[in-house]
C-alpha cells in the first residue's frame, strides 16, 4: 500500500498555494498594535504614580527633617500676669475688714513668700476703720532682672489714691509671688508745659464751616447718631455720645494748622450742659474737615471708623 503526502499549504482550486488576505493580515497587524499602545499607556500610567508617590512621601518627609520650629520670642517681663497679680495684692492689702482681722491676714498673706508673711500684715488701732478699695490700675513698672519686678499700682481707697509698689517675683513655671514688702510710692509729677497759641479760624469759608461745626455738634452731644451721618463723609462713622448733654453754645474755632488745599484742622471749644446735675462744662474737640461739596467732619479727636 503507498504512502499518501499530506500538504503542508493550503492550495486553491487550481493546485497552487492560496497566499493569505490582506485584509486578515491589517487586522491581525492592528491589533498587535492595539495591544502594544495599551500596555505603553499602561506602564506610563504606573511610572507617574510611583513618581506622584515618591514626590508625596518626599513631601510629607522633608519637613519633619528640615523644617525647624520657630524660635519663640521670649514674654515681656513683666507681662500682664504679673502686673493683675501685683493689682490683686493692692486690693487685698489696703482693704482691711476690723470684723475680719483674721479673714484680711490671710487674704494678704496669700500673696507672698514666707520670708515675709510674719512682717506684710500691717498693725491696725483697736478701733480702726475698715478700708475699702475701688478700682485699681497699674500706673509704673520697673524690672529688676528676668525674674523681679517692681510693679507700682494706683488704689481708689476711701476717695483718694494711694500708690503702692508691689515687688513681684516669678520662678521657672510662672508662679508669681510677692517675694518682698510692699511701699508706698508718690504720685507721678506734674507736669509744666508752655501754652499754645492759636490763631482763630479765618478766611472766606470760616462762616461755613462755623456753622457746619455748631450743627454737628448739637447732634453730637444730644447723642442723634442720625442726624450726624449728615456731616461726616460717605464711608465715616463718628458715634454720638451715649450720655446725652445739651449744647449750649460754640466758643471758639481755632487754627491747628495752616489751611491745606480741601483739609482744615482746628480746634474746637464748646459749652455744653447736662440736664440732670445742671452742670455746664467748657470742652475741646480736635476736628479734622475736609470739603467735599460742602464741608465735612473727618474725624473726631483724632478717631473716625469706616463704614461696612
Same mark, same amino acid.
Given at each position: /500500500?503507498?504512502?499518501?503526502?499530506?500538504?503542508?499549504?493550503?492550495?486553491?482550486?487550481?493546485?497552487?498555494?492560496?497566499?493569505?488576505?490582506?485584509?486578515?493580515?491589517?487586522?491581525?497587524?492592528?491589533?498587535?498594535?492595539?495591544?502594544?499602545?495599551? *500596555?505603553? !499607556? =499602561?506602564?506610563?500610567?504606573?511610572a507617574v504614580l510611583l513618581l506622584r508617590g515618591a514626590s508625596d512621601l518626599l513631601g510629607r518627609s522633608t519637613p519633619a527633617a528640615a523644617v525647624r520650629a520657630a524660635p519663640v520670642a521670649?514674654?515681656?517681663?513683666?507681662?500682664?500676669?504679673?502686673?493683675?497679680?501685683?493689682?490683686?495684692?493692692?486690693?487685698?492689702?489696703?482693704?482691711?475688714?476690723?470684723? @475680719?482681722?483674721?479673714?484680711?491676714?490671710? @487674704?494678704?498673706r496669700s500673696f507672698v513668700s514666707p520670708d515675709v508673711a510674719d512682717e506684710v500684715v500691717p498693725e491696725f488701732a483697736k478701733h480702726a476703720p475698715a478700708g475699702a478699695v475701688g478700682s485699681v490700675t497699674v500706673a509704673r513698672t520697673v524690672r529688676v532682672d528676668d525674674r523681679h519686678a517692681l510693679v507700682t499700682v494706683a488704689a481708689d481707697a476711701g476717695g483718694s489714691t494711694r500708690y =503702692?509698689?508691689?515687688?513681684?517675683? *516669678?520662678?521657672?513655671?510662672?508662679?508669681?509671688?510677692?517675694?518682698?514688702?510692699?511701699?508706698?510710692?508718690?504720685?507721678?509729677?506734674?507736669?509744666? !508745659?508752655?501754652?499754645?497759641? =492759636?490763631?482763630?479760624? @479765618?478766611?472766606?469759608?470760616?462762616?461755613?464751616?462755623?456753622?457746619v461745626l455748631t450743627r454737628f455738634f448739637d447732634a453730637f452731644l444730644a447723642g442723634d447718631a442720625q442726624q450726624l451721618s449728615y456731616f461726616v463723609p460717605p464711608g465715616v462713622r463718628i458715634g454720638a455720645l451715649g450720655q446725652p448733654v445739651? /449744647?449750649?453754645?460754640?466758643?471758639? !474755632? /481755632?487754627?491747628?494748622?495752616?489751611?491745606?488745599?480741601?483739609?482744615?484742622? !482746628?480746634?474746637v471749644t464748646v459749652r455744653a450742659r447736662d440736664a440732670a446735675s445742671g452742670a455746664t462744662y467748657t470742652l475741646s474737640y480736635r476736628v479734622r474737615l475736609v470739603r467735599d461739596d460742602r464741608w465735612l467732619v473727618a474725624t473726631l479727636n483724632n478717631a473716625s471708623r469706616s463704614g461696612g
Open positions: /500500500m503507498g504512502h499518501v503526502r499530506v500538504g503542508v499549504g493550503v492550495r486553491g482550486l487550481n493546485g497552487k498555494p492560496r497566499t493569505p488576505s490582506i485584509g486578515a493580515a491589517g487586522a491581525s497587524t492592528r491589533g498587535g498594535l492595539l495591544k502594544a499602545f495599551g *500596555r505603553a !499607556v =499602561l506602564w506610563l500610567l504606573v521670649p514674654a515681656a517681663w513683666p507681662g500682664d500676669e504679673a502686673k493683675a497679680f501685683a493689682a490683686d495684692f493692692a486690693r487685698a492689702y489696703l482693704s482691711y475688714s476690723p470684723k @475680719s482681722p483674721d479673714g484680711y491676714a490671710s @487674704s494678704v =503702692l509698689a508691689v515687688p513681684v517675683a *516669678r520662678d521657672s513655671g510662672g508662679g508669681l509671688v510677692v517675694y518682698a514688702l510692699p511701699s508706698f510710692a508718690a504720685p507721678p509729677a506734674r507736669a509744666q !508745659v508752655e501754652s499754645v497759641s =492759636l490763631d482763630p479760624l @479765618s478766611g472766606p469759608d470760616a462762616a461755613e464751616i462755623e456753622d445739651e /449744647m449750649a453754645g460754640l466758643v471758639s !474755632v /481755632m487754627q491747628l494748622a495752616p489751611a491745606e488745599g480741601r483739609w482744615r484742622d !482746628v480746634l
